[in-house]
């Protein structure tokens, strides 16, 4: 399934939040087993290098990392700005992650 159904020869477009460990690292293993470019994204630079890094090892050489801390709008600013410039759409998103804050549930942001 490597190809959109809609788009031969265009591969679908994936961001995976909270994706260097647990649910969301496995997200991004199934979706790269699928033929979807997989952008695995985590606050720690590090740790989301050494996730894309396993998957890369594992076979998925479409899995790329990108920062992202997704209770800072810059951070959200800067990944829109990487998918537009490198890839011109986003077909996937995966909202998975877990935020710490315990007086915290929803954050809204503008369109700014």
Do not use: W
């Amino acid at each position: 399934m490597a190809e959109s159904a809609l788009n031969p020869g265009t591969k679908r477009i994936a961001v995976v939040t909270g994706a260097n460990k647990g649910i969301g690292f496995e997200i991004c293993r199934q979706l790269a087993s699928n033929g979807v470019k997989v952008v695995l994204t985590a606050r720690d630079v590090t740790r989301g290098n050494e996730a894309a890094e396993k998957l890369r090892g594992d076979g998925y050489s479409d899995v790329i990392f990108h920062q992202l801390d997704v209770a800072d709008p810059a951070s959200i600013s800067s990944l829109a700005d990487f998918i537009k410039t490198q890839f011109g759409k986003l077909d996937i998103l995966v909202m998975q992650l877990r935020y710490p804050r315990s007086d915290s549930y929803c954050y809204c942001y503008s369109k700014e």
